[in-house]
């Protein structure tokens, strides 16, 4: 091989390094769900205890190639074509002054931007294959630095307002705290051992059922579903 030849496959090597860029951000734990409930006026969330894998986020991500992104998510179970289940990915800009957001729910899935990248918006082509959703699109700035975070949420019913509640799961587990105003418990610190003893570590206790109202998400759950009915009477 010449130096020549050497030169142009480095050349291309490094050009298709340096075109893909992936970041791999949350490897999910199962079984970390959230209950949000209204009752006689006041919200609450409580830790959920029980399975309901269609929600229970496992890994969320991205990868950028060229001045397109794909955002993926994948749950335990299978991702559900039915108005009661949303899914959310958020490809939010370092700055936290703008983020891409992708939402599948019955059958459609659609991509906008918020704050500096607001006047984007798309539908995505194909976006669940058995348990990942994923969105593929273009960036106004492939050059940006973002991170990625995102929820997966059930509801018990639309249109019932005096008896809301819903299940969700956040990647990653502090998005929960952000969003929710729920007090992030704080690390127990270890008990000394007694003389002859085995040292022991205390358990996290998370609480539960604190009084608040949902952050700014439920706000984007309405502008979804407000999307969603717009474009089924165009289909229509």
Do not use: C
């Not at 006041?42 to 399975?51: C, G, K």
């Not at 798309?122 to 929820?151: H, K, W």
């Not at 249109?159 to 990647?171: F, L, P, Q, T």
């Amino acid at each position: 091989m010449s130096w020549k030849e050497y030169l142009i496959i480095m050349g291309t090597v490094t050009v298709l390094f340096f075109s893909t860029i992936t970041v791999s951000a949350e490897i999910d734990p199962t079984g970390d769900l959230w209950h949000w409930k209204q009752s006689d006026g006041a919200y609450s969330w409580e830790q959920y205890t029980d399975s309901k894998p269609d929600v229970d986020i496992t890994n969320i991500d991205y990868s950028i190639s060229g001045n397109d992104v794909t955002l993926t998510m994948t749950v335990a179970g299978t991702i559900r074509s039915d108005e009661l289940y949303y899914y959310y990915i958020h490809l939010v800009s370092d700055d936290e002054e703008g983020y891409y957001m992708a939402m599948y729910s019955n059958g459609t899935g659609i991509v906008g931007g918020y704050g500096e990248f607001s006047g984007f918006y798309s539908m995505i082509d194909d976006p669940v294959s058995g348990n990942t959703f994923s969105a593929t699109f273009t960036l106004n700035d492939p050059t940006a630095t973002f991170y990625v975070r995102g929820y997966a949420q059930q509801l018990n019913s639309l249109g019932d307002e005096s008896n809301v509640e819903w299940w969700g799961d956040w990647a990653p587990d502090s998005y929960f705290y952000n969003y929710s105003g729920y007090e992030e418990p704080e690390e127990e610190p270890e008990e000394e051992p007694e003389e002859g003893g085995d040292k022991d570590t205390l358990d996290k206790d998370n609480g539960g059922g604190e009084t608040g109202s949902p952050g700014f998400e439920i706000f984007a759950l309405i502008i979804g579903i407000t999307i969603l009915i717009f474009v089924y009477k165009r289909k229509k």
